[in-house]
């Protein structure tokens, strides 16, 4: 049974579901853009004028088993596995703001969610670090309704109860990443770091920055030093 909230004038305030309805790969953008499609239904009858929605997205990967291949890649997130039953927290992926336009009822909406390949940030290595299956995400909602009530024009806020649960395919966020940075990974270094590496590319005359770092990988393995 749904039991409607009134607001301090008498009207009823808008009750509000979401549901992530699907993702996919936005086409056409400047960064690396995920497409969400947010299904939103009002449980009272008022109309909607627009919805001014915060979005916090979160990671939490308490909610999915992990490859012995995955647990290796993710320590530097979650430490040794022994710990995870303490170090397996939700983490924060990004907040989006969005404008909803009018509707009545219900309504889908589109959330564009940039993304990076930074592995400075954590999203780029939790999600780098799994080779298939969904990324579980939570969704909390929170911003202003804006709807028409008995009084004219009236808004409300959006509780902090409001969330969705979506389960992201990383089949998707690869595809993604592939298509922006095919076969490439970006890492960020200081500039003192990147002169060094910049220098020693020239003096050892090799052609890529690959070449660079696969001799100096090489070197370390065999416990040499160039």
């Given at each position: 049974m749904i039991i409607a909230r009134r607001s301090h004038r008498g009207g009823v305030v808008p009750e509000l579901d979401f549901?992530?309805?699907s993702a996919d790969v936005l086409e056409f953008a400047a960064t690396p853009t995920l497409l969400f499609k947010l299904g939103i239904r009002n449980l009272a009858a008022e109309p909607?004028?627009?919805?001014?929605?915060?979005?916090q997205i979160r990671i939490v990967p308490a909610q999915r088993a992990y490859s012995a291949r995955e647990q290796e890649r993710l320590v530097e997130l979650f430490?040794?596995?022994a710990r995870w039953g303490d170090t397996l927290k939700s983490l924060?992926?990004?907040?989006?703001?969005?404008?909803?336009p009018p509707f009545n009822g219900s309504t889908v909406v589109e959330m564009p969610v940039p993304c990076t390949y930074d592995f400075e940030v954590v999203s780029a290595k939790y999600f780098h670090a799994l080779e298939g299956g969904e990324a579980p995400l939570e969704l909390l909602f929170s911003g202003t309704?804006?709807?028409?009530?008995?009084a004219g024009l009236q808004a409300a806020q959006i509780p902090w109860t409001?969330?969705?649960?979506?389960?992201?395919?990383?089949e998707l966020w690869k595809r993604m990443m592939d298509r922006?940075?095919?076969n490439s990974a970006w890492v960020r270094v200081h500039r003192d770091i990147f002169d060094r590496l910049y220098r020693y590319r020239?003096?050892?005359?090799?052609?890529?920055w690959e070449a660079a770092l696969e001799r100096l990988l090489l070197a370390a393995e065999r416990g040499g030093a160039q």
């Open positions: 549901r992530v309805e909607i004028r627009s919805i001014a929605l915060t979005t430490g040794e596995t924060l992926w990004t907040h989006i703001t969005t404008l909803v309704v804006f709807y028409a009530g008995s409001k969330e969705a649960q979506c389960r992201l395919p990383i922006y940075f095919p020239i003096r050892e005359g090799l052609p890529t």
